[in-house]
Nanobody
Framework: QVQLVESGGGLVQAGGSLILSCAAS????????MGWYRQAPGKQRELVAS???????NYADSVKGRFTVSRDNAKNTVYLQMNSLEPDDTAVYYC??????????????WGQGTQVTVSS
């Protein structure tokens, strides 16, 4: 079993920055991909960014050039550096982890979510 705990959400003005962290505990040695999804009110949960154990990254088009995903395998922690935040980035951000190289929502482990609110 794997537990994921996110931190770092909050309220920020448009153009500002936030960094999210997600620490994994439990049976983490088998984890491959880790990453972030988000869900805004009335919208479906969507992939924001992911990174494999070998540091291969994947980003949603809407965040490319603004967000950076990284991980520290020794600490079983994944990060999301968010710059140039926009009001449309407002959502609950969820950490996810998978045994495979891609995160499949129905087969992933999930954190409890952290709110990010960007004011205009």
């Amino acid at each position: 079993q794997v537990q994921l705990v996110e931190s770092g959400g909050g309220l920020v003005q448009a153009g500002g920055s936030l960094i999210l962290s997600c620490a994994a505990s439990g049976t983490t040695f088998s984890m491959n991909a880790m990453g972030w999804y988000r869900q805004a009110p009335g919208k479906q949960r969507e992939l924001v960014a992911s990174i494999t154990r070998g540091s291969i990254t994947n980003y949603a088009d809407s965040v490319k050039g603004r967000f950076t995903v990284s991980r520290d395998n020794a600490k079983n922690t994944v990060y999301l550096q968010m710059n140039s935040l926009e009001p449309d980035d407002t959502a609950v951000y969820y950490c996810a982890a998978s045994l495979s190289s891609a995160i499949t929502p129905g087969r992933a482990y999930w954190g409890q979510g952290t709110q990010v609110t960007v004011s205009s």
